[in-house]
């Protein structure tokens, strides 16, 4: 299918590995010229070196107003940035919601929701400028199916989730489509950490950490399986197209049923 972006420019953050590198591949398939930016930049570099010569890097800690800024300059000198993938993002310690300290309260509000904010202030302002561009969070089913030990990043994401809602209206009408992505139990480093974690927690093998974690904790996933970052793309890829021209505010689930309700 023609996603109708070819000469499109996108910054994707965590685009080394996980969900960001998977959304990329696409992207750079549909002939959108790419910016990858995440922590490490030897990953970095190993990422883009895969997808191709003409894609470029820009190692960043995205908590940083300082060095978004820097990033934020670059791609002006550049041309500006047509299409805003905001994959980044931590899992964030897990326990008692009020044994959690306020310094992680912190942290991963800073990873997960204001660099998202800090990124849109930096980037939507120019796409309405030329009319047209679109942003694509990835938030989490935790964002509308709260799970009690994971206070610190339930949180961060259903902020995220209503931040884009609201900003997607404010912008469609110049041009600039704004919706999420909401995947889970998606195999990525998170993911694997979280299972490692549980893994050893319980002295189990992984694969045992996983199935009992899927039995225990996400009984909606009738799938029964933990889902593959190149299943989840294809929806990024699709929002972040000329073709989704009439899609704007929009929470797409890609989560194999484990969120139980009907509603967003």
Known sequence: MDLQIKGKTALITGGSGGLGFAAARLLHAEGVSLTLTDLDADALERAASELGDDVATHAADLT????IGALADKLREAGGCDILVHAAGVTGEKGDPLEMTD??????????FLSAVRLARAMVPQMA???WGRMVCVTSENAVQPYVEE??????KAALLNFTKGLAQAYAGKGVLINTVSPAFIETPMTDGMMEKRAEQLGVSRDEAIESFLKEERPFLKIGRRGRADEVAPAIAL???SIASFT??????VDGGAVGAMNT
């Not at 940083?64 to 060095?67: I, L």
Request: aromatic residues 12%.
């Open 64 to 67: 940083d107003t300082a060095q």
């Open 103 to 112: 310094e992680e309260y912190h942290r991963v509000w800073e990873t997960n």
């Open 129 to 131: 400028e030329k009319g």
């Open 151 to 156: 206070a610190v990043y339930n949180t961060a």
């Open 239 to 241: 929002l972040c197209s």
């Open 248 to 253: 704007s505010g929009s929470a797409w689930r």
